[in-house]
Structures are given as structure tokens and as C-alpha cells.
């Protein structure tokens, strides 16, 4: 969603709300930016990681004739007790913009510049300047896949087994009809069926058929697996370099637990700000702040690494608009003598793109 203000005769004053002061705090807490007397407030983005962890359910269910397994299909190790384990599928990282509290600035009004086109966020977070503006892309929501329709083996079990006296003889006759069905599906397969399928697509059905009523009639013994997997995403905005935050924990049984949960191996992240900025110049900072124009972000770069104790499970780099400078954009590139168009990132509020066309 965005917000597109259309400001007849503008002037741009860098107007910066600082944090420290009440005024600062309304802005920032009370106040949704848009136009007011004073003229449009803005904010710029600082950057933040968005991390998607996905995570593989495995829900193991006995089958009814699990005692008999060994005894009459010679499978070995089929376990009799149901069971759920949980591990981590994948740990991506990508970063979205947010708007940084400490960056707030007016645009105010002057009759001196030509109208100009404010695009902003929903957030406040400027986007562009007689342009349409450019969005964040966002990912995908995660889509699991679609679940097989259950089969319940008992469909597939002839009248004789049904009316067997006992589960030792249920597991008999059941064992008897699984190798007929798969000495049926090896004759077929061989051309040696007293009935052969007439064509390529009767054979694929009738062989379908077959492997089915075989699966659904083995997991009697054998037993049932499901997995289901799921995504969790957790959303870390540093202002500052972090060195082993906890992230959260993983357990194999439980799945993706609170960070302060034990029953799980903990996971951590580190940021680090790869940028080296250049000396602040206080003269030339106290001109910037009594100066006309527009304020973006030079953005700097952070390193994100989540990890174990043992193996590192991702690790990306990013620009980052808190770990920059502002610098000031000359209020003259909107005056009346330019058509100025101005596209910001809105990730780490950099200039994109910056359009001054100047009237013939």
C-alpha cells in the first residue's frame, strides 16, 4: 500500500525530529506522518532481516498388525510405538525495509517551488518524488504442499480376512493377499497375466491399482509416515552490530521452541556492520540541518550469519540504511526551472534513481 500526496507550491526543509524530545516522541509514536501545517513528513527505512525457517513434522503411526511384521512379511525394526520428530528444512534470510524512528523530516510548504508528488509507505517511509515508487518485493507466502487423500487399508481386505477369528490370523490371510497382489503385478509386468491390458495407459492404471492396494495393505504391518512442513518467520532489526543474539532453539521432538526454552539446540544470529564511514565534519553537519532539501540515506553494509554451535545455517549480506550516513539532496533540483523525479530504495532509503530534465 502506498500514500501519494500531491503538495501544490513546496518547499523541501530538511525539518529533522530528534528522538530526545517530546515533540519527537508524538511524532513518533502518536502521529501518522502525512500532511499537516507544517508540510509533509517523512521518514526514511532502516533495514531489516527477515528470516523464514522451515521445519519438516514427521508423525509416525503403527499399523494395526505392526506385532506381526518379521513373522510374516520378513520386515525387520517396524516399531510398535507411534512417534513425531521435527528438523529444519531450510534458514533463509532476505532483508525489508521498516521506517527508522530517529529519521523523521518535513517537507514545508513555500510558493517559491513548483507542485510536487509525495509517494510514501504506509509506514511514512518515502518512495518517490513525481513518480510512481517502487515497492519492497515481498516473498511469496509459503504454500505447503497438498496432503494425500489417508487410505484406509481395510477397503482393500477380501471377506476372508475380515471374518478371521483372530488378529494372529487377520495378519496371515493379509500377508497371503499382499504376495498374490505382487506376484499378480510381476506377471503383468512380464506379459504373462491371464488378462494383459490392451494398450499403454491400461497397463499404467492396472499397475497403479496394484501398487496401491499393496502399499495400503503393507502399512497394516509396517505402519504410517506423514510430514508436514511449516514456516516460521522471525523479523531481527539491529540498530547496531549484534554478536551471538539468540535467535531460537530447535528441538528434534518439539520443533521450534523460545529462545529461553532448553528443551532445544539454540540457534543464534550475528550482524556485522561491514561499513567504514567516513569522518563526521560537525561545520559541514550544522549546514546540512539548516539547509533546504531532501534528506536520504548514503546506506552502509551488514553481514547477518545464524548459527549453531556446531555449522553455520545461513549466511547473506545486505545493505543497510542504519549502519550509513544522510546526506541532503539540494532543494534547487525542485524549483520551477527542473522536472525532478526521484525513486528512493525502499529497503535502505539510497536515491535509486534520480531524473532532472531542465525546460528548453
Known amino acids: 500500500m502506498k500514500r501519494t500526496l500531491t503538495i501544490a507550491t513546496l518547499a523541501l526543509f530538511a525539518l529533522h525530529f530528534s528522538p530526545l524530545t517530546s515533540v519527537a516522541q508524538t511524532q513518533t509514536e502518536q502521529y501518522m506522518p502525512g500532511v499537516t501545517t507544517e508540510g509533509a513528513i517523512y521518514a526514511l527505512p532502516k533495514t531489516a532481516v527477515r528470516i523464514a525457517v522451515q521445519v519438516e513434522k514427521t508423525t509416525y503411526t503403527p499399523g494395526d498388525l505392526a506385532p506381526y511384521a518379521e513373522r510374516f512379511l520378513r520386515l525387520t525394526g517396524v516399531s510398535q510405538e507411534p512417534?513425531?520428530?521435527?528438523?529444519?528444512?531450510?534458514?533463509?534470510?532476505?532483508?525489508?525495509?521498516?521506517?527508522?524512528?530517529?529519521?523523521?523530516?518535513?517537507?514545508?510548504?513555500?510558493?517559491?517551488?513548483?507542485?510536487?508528488?509525495?509517494?510514501?509507505?504506509?509506514?511514512?517511509?518515502?518512495?518517490?518524488?513525481?513518480a510512481e515508487p517502487r515497492y519492497q518485493s515481498v516473498p511469496d507466502a509459503f504454500k505447503p504442499w497438498p496432503k494425500p487423500a489417508a487410505v484406509n487399508p481395510r477397503n482393500y481386505m477380501n471377506e476372508e480376512i475380515l471374518a478371521a477369528g483372530s488378529t494372529a490370523k487377520m495378519a496371515q490371510l493379509t500377508a497371503q493377499e499382499i504376495y498374490d497382489i505382487r506376484n499378480s503385478r510381476s506377471e503383468l509386468v512380464k506379459g504373462q497375466a491371464d488378462f494383459?491390458?490392451?494398450?499403454?495407459?491400461?497397463?499404467?492404471?492396472?499397475?497403479?491399482?496394484?501398487?496401491?492396494?499393496?502399499?495400503?495393505?503393507?502399512?497394516?504391518?509396517?505402519?504410517?509416515?506423514?510430514?508436514?512442513?511449516?514456516?516460521?518467520?522471525?523479523?531481527?532489526?539491529?540498530?547496531?552490530?549484534?554478536?551471538?543474539?539468540?535467535?531460537?532453539?530447535?528441538?528434534?521432538?518439539?520443533?521450534?521452541?523460545?529462545?529461553?526454552?532448553?528443551?532445544?539446540?539454540?540457534?543464534?544470529?550475528?550482524?556485522?556492520?561491514?561499513?567504514?564511514?567516513?569522518?563526521?565534519?560537525?561545520?559541514?553537519?550544522?549546514?546540512?540541518?539548516?539547509?533546504?532539501?531532501?534528506?536520504?540515506?548514503?546506506?552502509?553494509?551488514?553481514?547477518?550469519?545464524?548459527?549453531?554451535?556446531?555449522?553455520?545455517?545461513?549466511?547473506?549480506?545486505?545493505?543497510?540504511?542504519?549502519?550509513?550516513?544522510?546526506?541532503?539532496?539540494?532543494?534547487?533540483?525542485?524549483?520551477?526551472?527542473?522536472?525532478?523525479?526521484?525513486?528512493?530504495?525502499?529497503?535502505?532509503?539510497?536515491?535509486?534513481?534520480?531524473?532532472?530534465?531542465?525546460?528548453?
Open 83 to 130: 512417534s513425531t520428530s521435527y528438523r529444519i528444512i531450510s534458514v533463509r534470510q532476505s532483508a525489508i525495509g521498516v521506517s527508522d524512528s530517529t529519521k523523521y523530516y518535513a517537507i514545508r510548504f513555500n510558493n517559491k517551488t513548483a507542485a510536487i508528488n509525495v509517494a510514501k509507505a504506509d509506514d511514512g517511509v518515502l518512495l518517490a518524488l513525481n
Open 196 to 360: 494383459m491390458p490392451q494398450d499403454g495407459e491400461q497397463m499404467k492404471l492396472m499397475l497403479s491399482q496394484l501398487d496401491q492396494q499393496d502399499r495400503a495393505l503393507t502399512s497394516l504391518f509396517a505402519g504410517t509416515t506423514v510430514s508436514d512442513t511449516t514456516e516460521t518467520v522471525l523479523t531481527i532489526i539491529a540498530d547496531s552490530a549484534l554478536h551471538r543474539k539468540p535467535l531460537f532453539r530447535f528441538s528434534k521432538h518439539f520443533g521450534l521452541v523460545e529462545a529461553d526454552d532448553l528443551s532445544g539446540t539454540p540457534y543464534y544470529i550475528s550482524i556485522e556492520n561491514l561499513t567504514k564511514l567516513p569522518p563526521v565534519d560537525e561545520k559541514d553537519a550544522k549546514k546540512k540541518k539548516a539547509a533546504y532539501g531532501l534528506y536520504y540515506n548514503v546506506a552502509g553494509r551488514m553481514r547477518s550469519t545464524i548459527y549453531d554451535a556446531n555449522k553455520i545455517a545461513d549466511e547473506a549480506e545486505f545493505p543497510a540504511g542504519q549502519f550509513g550516513y544522510v546526506e541532503l539532496l539540494s532543494a534547487e533540483l525542485f524549483n520551477k526551472h527542473f522536472g525532478t523525479r526521484l525513486w528512493l530504495n525502499p529497503i535502505s532509503g539510497d536515491i535509486d534513481k534520480l531524473e532532472a530534465e531542465q525546460p528548453k
